[in-house]
């Protein structure tokens, strides 16, 4: 059984920041990419940032230089930093982890349950 467990969404004011962080456990061996996705209604999930295990970063072209993501690979916990919060920036945000659960398991991917992010004044 593994889980992904989100937290650190809300409503916050355009230009404002907020820290959304997603923690791993159950049984896990070890753990690829981790990364953040969003969902508007009406739209196909996207992606927002992926981090590799050994930090390599990607961004949505619309987060770059706004957006950081990071992860702690000890605590098996990605973060992902928003400066600069644009109504746009407005879903619920998931996050995902590409992981191996024993050395003779297939890597699969695990989703966190979301997170309302909600940019407005």
């Known amino acids: 059984q593994v889980r992904l467990v989100e937290s650190g969404g809300g409503l916050v004011q355009p230009g404002g920041s907020l820290r959304l962080s997603c923690a791993a456990s159950?049984?896990?061996?070890?753990?690829?990419?981790m990364g953040w996705y969003r969902q508007t209604p009406g739209k196909q999930r996207e992606l927002v940032a992926v981090?590799?295990?050994?930090?390599?970063?990607n961004y949505a072209d619309s987060v770059k230089g706004r957006f950081t993501i990071s992860r702690d690979n000890a605590k098996n916990t990605v973060y992902l930093q928003m400066n600069s919060l644009e109504p746009e920036d407005t879903a619920v945000y998931y996050c995902?982890?590409?992981?191996?659960?024993?050395?003779?398991?297939?890597?699969?991917?695990?989703w966190g349950q979301g997170t309302q992010v909600t940019v407005s004044s």
């Open positions: 981090i590799s295990s050994g930090g390599n970063t």
């Open positions: 995902n982890a590409n992981l191996r659960r024993g050395q003779w398991f297939s890597t699969m991917d695990y």
């Open positions: 159950g049984s896990i061996f070890s753990i690829n990419t």
